[in-house]
């Protein structure tokens, strides 16, 4: 979670797999229409709240132009279409209760407040709406934003929501029998390299260490290598694709390599990792990297707070379970080194994964245990046993901090404390953090219509797609049981600022081929954000 990015799934997979999609776009103004029956009284209700308060002050003029959200009834990136759409067609909208999403908008406001003039005048503005008033809450929300749905590039409405939560797990500072199994902080020599700075193509180029950046040097060539601080950097080894368009990268001699493995990671061990903590069981910190943050629980009750600190670049690739038949229990779908979960569709059977039938669930992926665990090296200790490391042969490895927070939801991505049920994890290419969410599912296990506005506060790895979220339950058993459960159709509407500058409206009606053409020239991200979600 955090991840800066978050888990595993931090950076990552990317996905789906190809078909034509046709998309007419049009732009144009995009007033919201007038609301008609049930969905009116709603609104003359909010409308009257608001008016009876001096708290909510009309919205700024909105500027001209066809990409501004308010404006722009349809527009695209490679990845979505938006929509723009009246609040009382979205379901469920009038009857949320919005003072329980209140608390988690306002930690967002904390951080889009610097990120431009309109969220700093909205977030200004909702610092004078009573919090406990939820008809004055609602009618903030109507004013200040307009409503776009989500579809896929494919212009399909449903996508897949699952679920995650905080894990719990027993450990301990010392190393000692059973608690062998490192919880490492960020290496020290982990280096980085921006993917937009590096040259196209697949051969091998010169390039510097500065700090913990690599810059390559234009000019010289790897004949240059004895020249001091020189490193030779072999461009077809790298991941490029990760969302912040980071490569991760390590020094070994005269090269700059893609960082360790999780293997390497187990049977080399990470001299240069501090170790936070350890735990007893390779499986149970495994699901604690793909949740992104956890909790251990020392012997005497204390307890540390873990959050997602980095990743080691490589993809996420788990062990899918297999179902009788022999096909993975968990339809994926892959496209360059990435995979994309899909639904269900009622063929998984229902227990949500445990030790006993050898199966994990979690944030919607089943994953097969390890056939044979055994010790991992920890530079400094001595193993008990042959090293052969934790089985787990998912290559990506996730890093974490300790938690400075000792109450409240963990911190996710965004930067900010998750808020249990109201905080959700995106694919930041088409939902940007801290954005305001609609989303319409239903309950894991019941069933129940489960309509609610959320807020986008983290990522993953394996939050990939634009009509993709993931719940954040909180912590405890039930928490776990809800989140392992869930995997439900779902759709999204996002709340967007009115004025604010959004990825280019259509101006022309268009064929739009997945990776073709007609739709390379579109932006991938919705809202371009260093560290999150970076444009090409």
């Known amino acids: 979670m955090n991840t800066t990015q978050s888990p595993i799934f931090i950076s990552g997979l990317h ?6 999609a046709a998309a007419v776009l049009a732009a144009g103004c995009a007033n919201t229409p007038p609301a008609t029956g049930a969905g009116a009284a709603a609104s003359d209700t909010t409308a009257s709240a608001a008016a009876a308060s001096s708290t909510t002050t009309p919205p700024p003029p909105r500027p001209a132009g066809s990409s501004t959200a308010g404006q722009a009834r349809t527009f695209s990136t490679q990845l979505a279409t938006y929509t723009s759409v009246s609040f009382d067609a979205v379901p469920g909208w009038a009857r949320d209760d919005f003072s329980e999403s209140w608390p988690a908008f306002l930690g967002s406001c904390k951080v889009l407040t610097g990120r431009g003039a309109e969220w700093k005048e909205v977030c200004a503005r909702a610092l004078r709406i009573d919090s406990k008033n939820n008809s004055a809450i609602r009618a903030f929300f109507e004013q200040e934003f307009s409503a776009y749905q989500i ?6 409405p449903d996508g897949v929501v699952t679920g995650y939560f905080e894990p719990e797990i027993p450990g301990s500072r010392q190393y000692a029998a059973p608690f062998i199994y490192p919880v490492y902080g960020q290496p020290e020599d982990m280096l980085f390299a921006d993917a937009r700075k590096l040259p196209a193509g697949s051969g091998a180029v010169a390039a510097r260490v500065e700090g913990r950046n690599v810059v390559v040097q234009t000019g010289l060539s790897t004949r240059d290598m004895g020249a001091p601080g020189l490193y030779a950097l072999d461009l077809s080894a790298i991941t490029r694709d990760t969302l912040d368009r980071k490569v991760r990268l390590r020094i070994e001699g005269k090269q700059l390599l893609p960082y360790y493995t999780r293997e390497e990671i187990e049977t080399k061990g990470a001299p240069n990792a501090k170790v936070l903590a350890f735990v007893s069981s390779a499986t149970a910190l495994y699901e604690m990297q793909i949740q992104g943050s956890g909790r251990i629980k020392l012997a005497n009750g204390d307890i540390i707070r873990v959050a997602y600190a980095e990743q080691n670049g490589q993809p996420f690739r788990p062990t899918l379970a297999q179902a009788a038949n022999g096909k993975p229990r968990t339809p994926v779908k892959v496209r360059g080194s990435s995979i994309e979960l899909q639904l269900d ?25 390890p056939t044979a665990t055994g010790a991992v090296l920890v530079p400094g200790r001595r193993t008990a046993g042959p090293v052969i490391g934790s089985g787990i042969k998912d290559p990506s490895y996730v890093f974490f901090k300790e938690s400075t927070s000792p109450s409240g939801g963990p911190v996710g991505a965004f930067g900010v404390p998750l808020s249990a049920g109201r905080s959700i994890a995106v694919d930041p290419r088409s939902t940007p953090l801290g954005y305001p969410v609609f989303v319409s599912t239903r309950a894991p296990g019941t069933g129940a219509p489960m309509q609610r506005l959320t807020i986008a506060q983290d990522t993953g790895g394996a939050i990939r797609g634009a009509v993709r979220a993931d719940y954040f339950f909180g912590n ?9 459960r869930m995997k439900e159709r779902g759709q ?3 709340l967007l600022p009115r004025g604010l500058a959004v990825a280019t409206a259509a101006v022309s009606s268009a064929i739009r081929t997945r990776g073709g053409p007609a739709g390379a020239g579109l932006p991938q991200c919705l809202v371009p954000t260093e560290g999150v979600c970076v444009d090409d």
């Open 15 to 20: 996905w789906a797999a190809a078909a034509a």
């Open 492 to 494: 999204l509407w996002i």
């Open 476 to 484: 405890g058993q039930q928490a776990a049981n809800n989140a392992r």
């Open 151 to 156: 579809r896929d590039d494919d212009r399909k």
């Open 345 to 369: 569709d009622g063929d998984e059977d229902d227990d949500a994964g445990s030790p006993a039938t050898g199966t994990i669930r979690t944030r919607g992926f089943t994953l097969a245990q």
